[in-house]
């Protein structure tokens, strides 16, 4: 089943065509990787999956919401974080959790025993109480993630959240991911990391506002003619002709 569906989702700024026509699907519970140099339109196209952004013209649906009706909907039935860390550092551990869960419409009786689950697989339920600006880097991003998955989404949308962190702390979140995944909540991911890339279950990679390439990354490995990931990037991040946005 999917939870993603685009058919030439398009974004113009003007005369300026950020998402160029782009269409793909996104299945329950998958792992996808959604790649693409600065200037890509990977942000752009992003931002109207989340109901962010209009668009221009094109079809699109998140969790069976369409991304032109229905945009409030669509934030009500997704996760998001973003690279930049965007709890409230001075409240606690368990009061930022308090508070998105009600922006999420967690229901009152719910909120603690799920907050003390959430915080027992992370190993902070000793730090419930502590706030949240005394944590390193790492711990950040990992609350960040339960956070943003705090509602069991049926999608999470990650903007580069590993973006800073060291390499152990970047693996312990992609349990983190693997562990959402295995309950079944898609997981839509972009990242500079290459080898992060290798731990999705397919790869979109876009190039001046299209969809380049799109496969498992064994399969791009492979039609590339490619040992990495990295490798496929820059084959095709050395096409583009234009700039950042």
């Not at 500079?192 to 799109?214: F, K, T």
Request: proline share 4%; charged share 25%; aromatic share 10%.
């Amino acid at each position: 089943m999917n939870v993603i569906e685009t058919e030439l989702l398009t974004k113009k700024f003007g005369s300026f065509t950020a998402v160029d026509r782009i269409s793909f699907s996104v299945g329950e519970g998958e792992i996808f990787g959604f790649l693409g140099a600065n200037g890509a339109g990977k942000t752009t196209a992003m931002r109207m999956l989340c109901g962010l952004s209009r668009p221009t013209s094109g079809k699109g649906t998140v969790a069976g919401f369409d991304v032109r009706r229905q945009p409030e909907k669509i934030k009500r039935a997704i996760g998001y974080m973003s690279q930049k860390f965007s709890l409230y550092e001075d409240l606690t551990v368990a009061e930022n959790i308090r508070l998105y869960a009600g922006i999420y419409g967690v229901r009152d009786a719910e909120i603690a025993p799920r907050t003390d689950s959430a915080l027992s697989a992370l190993g902070l339920l000793a730090e419930k109480d502590t706030p949240v600006k005394s944590f390193p880097a790492g711990w950040k991003q990992k609350l960040a993630f339960a956070v943003a998955t705090f509602h069991e989404p049926r999608i999470v949308f990650l903007d580069e959240p590993t973006g800073g962190v060291d390499p152990s702390a970047r693996r312990q979140f992609w349990e983190l991911i693997y562990a959402a995944a295995g309950r079944g909540i898609t997981v839509f991911v972009t990242t500079h990391y290459m080898d992060e890339a290798e731990y999705c279950d397919r790869v979109s990679i876009m190039v001046d506002g299209r969809i380049a390439a799109l496969d498992s990354p064994a399969a791009l490995r492979k039609a590339f003619g490619c040992d990495s990931m990295d490798s496929v990037f820059h084959r095709l991040a050395r096409e583009a002709v234009r700039g950042a946005d």
